[in-house]
């Protein structure tokens, strides 16, 4: 199989996604890299057939293809594999693998079925019964079915997106071995990731995007520096003012040893003082967002925050804010002025309208909100948005735990959106935020905790690191 | 001897119409949508199998009616559900208000009329056996017709590309939209044949099991239903179970009458507290570890909810 | 300050309602001038039959006051049907006590109904929270649950000397009896409490941080913990404060109207309070005017047997088909475009 995409390109409004990317492919195991927001899942919404181009065509074996939908891509071919498993819990893996399947009246012929199941189970070392219910595998397991349903429906070009995400070790081995052998079939694969170390053990070849343009192609030998700096390239930052006070009362984080990828390191940052800002740097998929959840909810693991005596802080000492604006931290169907009311009334009994008002009206100027005070969240831009939850902050001291707080935002918001962050560093502010854009992480920590899938990798000062360091740990070379 | 053998066959008799009410839920919950407008498609279609049967004097025609009927009250809560996008429980309780008072006006006419009467038909041979025989194969037609539904609701479900399909839906409808399955048709369908079951439950109960047509002749049995469904654990043959075991209690309290008054009253009304009790056992079981609990129990109990039941269509498919 | 645009749809969408509702009834052969008549004749056309209106308005207004809560919410509290008629137990309890005899009854009854009241909107709540238990099913389930009781109290415990008949209970005592004033009865102290409490609702669920903070479990179940109020809790206040007003209606049914405890205690009120509900979508002003109207209905519907020869259930016909009227229109959102039109033709 031969495939040929030529000049796709794809705008959203102002953004374009994608631009007259060009690329052919005709066996082997292909990488696709690129920053966040280099346009990678746009290309592949557009190979697997969920979005249309604007322009330009694919090719595959001389002919000139549909794009737009999911149905004709399958016809032809392509099979996506997702980042989340797209099965169905509740039901076995056979009938898993029936849904859709392309065959003619499946249930006449199961037994049939059944065994050419059991034939590629067998090629591609899967060890799993049949009747086994899907929920009860991991995650690792079902995208390895995945991929064979792929291809027993005639898949020759198969995309993964972001596979490996939550994988262990065993899983990804697994499933490495697997991709192996379907590429040594004759099956084009794509790999979309952006962990270099997985991308060096398993591609021969690779396209780096940026800025929705295909800016380079890369082959075996890979050579780790220069795609870091192509994929990496920083950009001239505005200088902030940054502070430096006098820093006084300090803070613990208690690690659980399942959470650091050297289990017995001893050298890395112990002390914390108020007016650090930490910032917990990972690619998308890492663990960083759910590192800074935890410190909230402690939820995900052992890993604490506690204040100089060995005692946790109270929660309202917390200031958390999720990356899903609207799905985890704000109200959609509640106005401007209602989130202010339930943010600084916590422990009135009544509400006074009228300094609640005051305080939004203060608040609204401060943080330089568009919007009027009955606006429900749901109208405003996510700019707004991240804004408004900025303001929703207590005036209070506080540990902020701020997940990407600049994710979807354009550079000068991003900088204005630090401004307000940077003007709460004062004694009595903790600081921790994770992010996937290494110049953020580098402009505004003074000290870095690296995290590569869940692990992290290493905790360091700034100052004794370098950008190369922190990229190369996040993508997990060590 | 006799009397545990004519019970069961009063049982059977008499659970013929929750047994194919509760399958038909059971599909259209499969598919992803709650009939909670089941109260009112039982007590409409059950006015309407008895007029028709009643005008035609052919009981056929009353069934066949219901049965259409409700499909008709399927297909429109299948077009507020997926072209309106509205919420299919407010859309369900209204219509059961609405249906259950449409029912008892248009009925005013036709109460304490006789209608045609459908006898039994005892299957030549097979109802010679001692026991089995009476107890299984000396019914009336749709008695039958319940009977079988189960395992054909079961085969259709887990052995037919269109049970799959539709079960597909029910689970994760962008799973299913992303293989090429149409999600919405799926949904459609199951909603339909759901709501066709129902209307031919409602038949039965003015056909045959209770017989004519008063004011708020069924009420309360779509209510079980729904009740049942859950308890049934989406599985036609625990459902057809769980109906049968309400048909029990329904028997035990018309034995019980001649006891006490207080007695017969409450026990048509103990599957609710059953139920529950089950509910929450089943979430005990499924949130925590439940060593306590023998495994047999548990693989009883559980029962696999279709992940997306109850919920809108996601907006992705349109 | 006021939000004339929406008044302007919620116009269109009453004018399209009723014109729905015109039609159905010709469709029924049925004259729409007729039955309109006949309705305000049977529930305003005199004193004692406006009393008889409040009287159905009284427990109508409670349940739908009630569900204001729960479905602020985000709660299907089906099971008020139960918390009324736990709450008609409640306050049957005290009428048949001791207590009863006194003129201090009924402000027991009240507290009693309350009481059970809420604590039966509690365990649909726990069931909730505790068991994740889908709140339609425990509620539908509790609903049955409390009329098996109050019919097993009924023929059982409380029956009337000699018969046992589901017909109801005894007469309550004279001093049980919702109080009255004048000589048309009118139940001043009813009236009152149902002001009072929709009074207090208002203040409540618009300038209190328990109404704020309903609100948003109601709108996000994951976001109030960054707010640092866990929903579990609003989500049982939800439900004990509606149990307890529930209650309310119960003490209202039994000590107002049937002055005893029969089995249908809650007649329907409360699924009727959730039509009301879903389309008032929790604004005060609204399930107010909504249950008087919908009062009106029901009283003034029993005289269009006397006088149309109509079965009562045409009413809960025209009511449900109200609320499903009004639903869809609000989906389709065709008001709009119907006001667009009439503008069009004014600026022509």
Redesign the interface.
């Known amino acids: 199989m031969k495939i040929q995409i030529k000049n796709l390109s794809k705008s959203f409004g102002d953004l374009q996604a994608n631009k007259n990317i060009t690329l052919s492919l005709n066996s082997g195991i292909h990488a696709l890299l690129g920053e966040n927001g280099a346009g990678k899942s746009t290309l592949v919404k557009i190979i697997s057939g969920q979005l249309s181009p604007d322009s330009g065509e694919i090719i595959i074996n001389g002919e000139n293809i549909g794009l737009g939908s999911a149905k004709d891509s399958i016809k032809n071919g392509i099979g996506l594999l997702n980042q989340d498993p797209l099965d169905f819990s509740n039901l076995s893996i056979l009938e898993s693998f029936l849904v859709g399947i392309n065959e003619n009246k499946p249930f006449r012929k199961i037994e049939i079925i059944k065994a050419k199941i059991l034939d590629l189970f067998e090629i591609y070392s899967i060890d799993i019964e049949l009747s086994t219910k899907t929920n009860s595998l991991s995650i690792g397991e079902r995208q390895q079915i995945e991929l064979i349903r792929l291809l027993y429906n005639g898949a020759k070009l198969i995309i993964l997106d972001e596979p490996t995400s939550a994988f262990s070790l065993d899983q990804k081995k697994m499933i490495f071995e697997t991709l192996k052998k379907l590429s040594d079939e004759g099956i084009i694969i794509i790999f979309v990731s952006h962990k270099l170390d997985e991308i060096f053990e398993i591609c021969e070849t690779g396209s780096i995007l940026k800025a929705g343009e295909l800016i380079e192609s890369i082959a075996k030998p890979f050579d780790s520096k220069k795609i870091l700096s192509k994929m990496f390239e920083t950009a001239e930052f505005h200088k902030t003012e940054k502070k430096y006070l006098e820093r006084v009362n300090k803070f613990k984080i208690i690690f659980s040893k399942s959470d650091l990828f050297y289990e017995n390191r001893t050298d890395f940052v112990k002390d914390y003082t108020f007016g650090n800002v930490i910032g917990i740097a990972g690619l998308q998929g890492s663990s960083n967002d759910k590192f800074i959840k935890n410190f909230f909810s402690n939820e995900f693991s052992e890993t604490r925050i506690l204040n100089e005596f060995g005692n946790p802080f109270k929660i309202e000492n917390y200031y958390y804010m999720p990356a899903d604006r609207l799905e985890r931290g704000l109200f959609k169907d509640l106005n401007l002025l209602e989130h202010y009311a339930l943010a600084f009334s916590l422990n009135k009994t009544f509400l006074d309208w009228k300094i609640i008002k005051q305080t939004a009206k203060n608040k609204i100027f401060k943080y330089n909100i568009k919007s009027n005070l009955n606006n429900s969240l749901s109208e405003l831009s996510g700019g707004n948005q991240q804004r408004v939850m900025l303001s929703l902050m207590p005036d209070n001291e506080s540990i902020l735990l701020l997940e990407q707080p600049t994710r979807g935002l354009d550079y000068n918001s991003a900088n204005k959106i630090w401004e307000m962050i940077l003007e709460r560093k004062n004694n009595d502010i903790a600081i921790l935020f994770s992010s996937t854009d290494i110049d953020e992480i580098w402009e505004y920590s003074d000290i870095i905790f690296s995290v590569s899938g869940s692990k992290i990798m290493d905790i360091s000062y700034k100052d004794n690191l370098t950008k190369e360091t922190i990229i190369k740990y996040i993508s997990g070379l060590v | 001897m006799i009397f545990f053998e004519n019970t069961l066959v009063t049982v059977i008799s008499l659970s013929t119409p929750l047994v194919i009410a509760v399958i038909g839920e059971t599909i259209s919950e499969k598919s992803g949508v709650i009939n ?1 407008s089941a109260e009112g498609t039982i007590m409409i279609c059950a006015l309407f199998g008895f007029v028709f049967g009643y005008i035609t004097d052919i009981a056929i025609v009353g069934f066949l009616f219901a049965f259409f009927l409700g499909a008709g009250i399927a297909i429109f809560i299948s077009y ?1 559900d997926i072209k ?3 919420d299919q ?3 369900g ?3 059961t ?2 249906l ?3 029912s ?2 248009i009925g ?1 006419d036709y109460v304490r009329l006789n209608g045609p009467m459908i006898t039994k038909i005892q299957i030549p041979l097979l109802s010679k056996i001692p026991f089995l025989g009476n107890v299984l194969f000396n019914h009336s037609f749709i008695t039958y017709i319940s009977i079988l539904l189960i395992p054909t609701a079961w085969f259709f479900l ?4 269109l049970g ?2 539709i ?2 839906a029910g ?2 409808p ?8 149409d999600v919405k048709k799926m949904r459609f369908i199951g909603t339909v044949i759901g709501g066709s079951l129902l209307g031919l439950a409602g038949a039965t109960f003015s056909l045959y099991t209770k017989y004519g047509w008063s004011e708020g002749h069924t009420t ?1 049995y779509g ?1 079980i239903i ?2 049942i469904a ?1 308890f049934g654990g989406w599985n036609p043959y625990r459902a057809a179970a769980g109906a049968y075991s309400f048909g029990l209690l329904q028997v035990l309290a018309i034995k019980a009458q001649s006891v006490t ?2 007695l017969s ?2 026990l048509p ?1 103990l599957p ?2 059953i ?2 009790f089950v ?2 056992f089943i ?2 079981i499924n ?1 925590k570890d439940a060593r306590y609990v023998p495994r047999v129990i548990v693989s009883l109990i559980v029962g ?4 997306a039941l109850g919920k809108k269509l996601p907006e992705e498919i349109k | 300050m006021f939000d004339f645009d929406n008044l302007k749809i919620n116009l269109i969408r009453l004018i399209l309602t009723l014109l729905i509702i015109f039609f159905t009834l010709i469709f029924f052969g049925i004259s729409p001038f007729e039955v309109f008549e006949s309705i305000i004749y049977g529930s305003l056309s005199s004193e004692s039959k406006f009393i008889r209106t409040l009287m159905v308005w009284a427990p109508i207004s409670l349940a739908s006051l009630a569900l204001i809560y729960t479905f602020s919410a985000g709660m299907w509290n089906i099971g008020i049907e139960g918390q009324i008629i736990m709450g008609a137990v409640g306050a049957t309890f005290i009428a048949r006590s001791f207590l009863g005899e006194y003129l201090i009854s009924p402000y027991i009854q009240i507290l009693f109904a309350m009481l059970f009241g809420g604590f039966w909107g509690l365990l649909s709540a726990l069931l909730k929270v505790k068991g994740n238990v889908h709140e339609i099913f425990s509620g539908l389930g509790l609903d049955f649950v409390a009329s098996g009781i109050i019919i097993f109290l009924i023929i059982g415990p409380w029956k009337r000397d000699g018969i046992a008949s589901t017909g109801g209970t005894d007469l309550f005592h004279k001093s049980s009896w919702v109080p009255t004033i004048g000589s048309y009865n009118f139940p001043l102290m009813l009236i009152l409490i149902i002001l009072f409490l929709y009074l207090i609702s208002y203040v409540v669920l618009n300038f209190t941080s328990l109404g704020i903070k309903l609100k948003a479990t109601g709108i996000n179940v994951l976001a109030t913990e960054r707010f640092y109020f866990k929903s579990d809790k609003y989500i049982i206040f939800s439900y004990l404060i509606a149990g307890s007003i529930a209650g309310i209606a119960g003490f209202s049914q039994a000590s107002g109207a049937y002055h005893k405890l029969v089995p249908s205690i809650s007649g329907g009120f409360g699924f009727l309070s959730i039509l009301i509900v879903l389309i008032s979508s929790k604004n005060i002003y609204f399930s107010f005017i909504l249950s008087f109207m919908f009062s009106i209905l029901i009283v003034g519907g029993s005289q269009l047997q006397i006088r149309l020869g109509l079965d009562n259930s045409i009413i809960g016909i025209i009511q449900a088909t109200f609320v499903l009227s009004w639903l869809i229109l609000q989906r389709i959102k065709i008001e709009n475009k119907i006001l667009q039109k009439i503008s069009g033709m004014f600026y022509k």
């Open positions: 909670l507020c309106l996008r509205m429980i407010a859309v309780f209204v219509l208000v609405f259950s008072h449409l008892n006006y005013q887990n052995k037919t590309t799959l399909s079960r597909s689970e994760n962008l799973a299913a939209n992303s293989r090429g399955i309360n209510w729904l009740a859950i008054l207080a009253q409450i009304l609710f507290p139920m529950i509910l929450i979430q005990y949130t696999n909810q279709p992940e």
